[in-house]
């Protein structure tokens, strides 16, 4: 069905294949690792861990754009995709702007902080694991909802395993991150660079 829908629409095919390179798994997971690390070693560089992020889109213009042909992907497409992604990275930060005031609110209802406290850990998990899922679901990579899948089950069993917060990320971006150089060795072995754009 997913191959035939590609040979029928050759813009999704280039857009999927534009994100089999792993890229966005080693960064993101760099990234959840070194703030499971940060956390764990109470470390005062949480709120610089973002900062790999920016490395994607250069990462991908060396590494990527020179194997793949784009010239297939309807712009107007790629343009709802990128919306679709602002719209869903918007409502997390939104999500984490509220989730944090109730933390530190005193005017909370005492049965609503109480039902936070109790579950805060399934609450990290399912605004991670469901952006990571949305994530996929957007990038048509299988391996991010996934991803999403094992956060929220990593946190939803923290209480009978005895995991943290800290020792929770360190899985999760060790796993993205191994992947990650996975799918990228995979890529460049199946993508060579096309003729004419050698840098």
């Known amino acids: 069905m997913t191959e035939q829908l590609h040979r029928e629409k050759p813009d999704i095919k280039a857009y999927s294949t534009f994100h089999e390179d792993g890229i966005n798994?080693?960064?993101?997971?760099f990234v959840l690792l070194a703030a499971g690390i940060s956390f764990k070693l109470d470390l005062s560089i949480a709120a610089m861990i973002w900062?790999?992020?920016?490395?994607?889109?250069?990462?991908k213009k060396k590494i990527t754009l020179p194997r793949v042909d784009l010239t297939n992907i309807n712009s107007e497409d790629q343009k709802k995709r990128?919306?679709?992604m602002m719209t869903v990275l918007t409502l997390v930060l939104v999500l984490g702007v509220v989730f944090f005031f109730l933390r530190s609110s005193s005017n909370v209802p005492a049965w609503l902080d109480n039902f936070i406290s109790k579950n805060i850990l399934?609450?990290?998990g399912v605004i991670l694991g469901g952006t990571l899922f949305v994530k996929g679901r957007i990038l048509g990579a299988k391996r991010f909802l996934n991803y999403g899948i094992l956060v929220v089950a990593l946190f939803a069993s923290a209480r009978y395993t005895g995991l943290g917060l800290e020792e929770i990320?360190?899985?999760?971006?060790t796993i993205m991150f191994l992947s990650g150089?996975?799918?990228l060795i995979k890529f460049l072995q199946k993508y060579p660079?096309?003729?004419?754009e050698e840098s």
């Open 25 to 29: 798994d080693l960064v993101l997971g």
């Open 51 to 59: 900062l790999p992020v920016l490395f994607i889109q250069p990462l």
């Open 82 to 84: 990128n919306i679709k």
């Open 122 to 124: 399934i609450l990290i």
């Open 169 to 173: 990320l360190i899985i999760t971006g």
């Open 181 to 183: 150089w996975i799918v």
């Open 193 to 196: 660079v096309i003729k004419g």
